[in-house]
């Protein structure tokens, strides 16, 4: 029986398919859980910090009320299972706010957020394009001083080396993408700022990358459904392999991916169906989760606050 194919693709869907396809298998299709990390659960954090700096009149986005937003997004987070996870005692919890506030400090260092336009925060994206259902996450969307859409992702783990330019500029190129069809307008500029280094990258979408956008996620697409039809997810031992939560059910370490085929289907059954959530064309994440329903995204106008 073949597997079932996901019904969406989005930014990091095609880049763990790209890494490990059975990686890909165990969290898109069997749908294991994966335990919360101090990385992701971080990066929650600062997001949320950053979302809440950015709906404060710009005059106010200064780094005080920056650290003041984090520690309202810390209170909030406190009680979140992926939070809780962790099971962080008081020296390991001051640990990881104290990096969560260096990453939120780093990011004044990248640009001065009093001058950005966001017309959109931690928008939640969705569209068809090319018989494939994207969707994703779009930390922020703005205008540039000429009026034109600008997309910007926070990354709050270490930058890839340079040789990698291309790959870690491709989600962005995703979002860009989907504006476009969504929006019927290219954004001008995507940009990346790796808040760690920090380290802004940039480039401005054309219709070559656009139609290289395009070709990879058709190509990745028409993957993902050989590997469902065959039944073909083939392990690729990597350095990510370390961070994989999936090893118990590897054969690349003694594990059996059956196993994780029975328990899916246990999982399914015990939920009495399932699906992937509820989908929305375009909408504005909540704190709480990318599957929440949201309001429409903001007209393309400057905001008069800005
Ligand atoms: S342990 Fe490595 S090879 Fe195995 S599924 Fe994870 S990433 Fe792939």
Redesign the pocket.
Known sequence: MAFPVPRTLSPSKVTTFTD?A??FR?SAIDRLPEPPTVAATRGTLVHSALERLHLLPPADRTVDAALACLDEAERELRDHPDYVGLGLDDEQAAAFRDEAAALVRNYFRLEDPRSVRAIGLELMVEAEVDGVRLRGIIDRLELDEDGELVVTDYKTGSAPPTTHERKRLSGVHFYALLCEELLGRRPRTVQLLHLKEPLAISTHPTDRSTRGTRRTLRAVWQAVERACEREDFR????A??GY?A??AY?P??GGDPDAARRLAEERAAEADGGGEGVPVAVGQAGAAGADDPAPTLAPLTPSPAS
């Open positions: 490990c059975l990686a165990f392990p690729r031992r990597s990510l392999c994989c999936f090893q590897c690349v370490f």
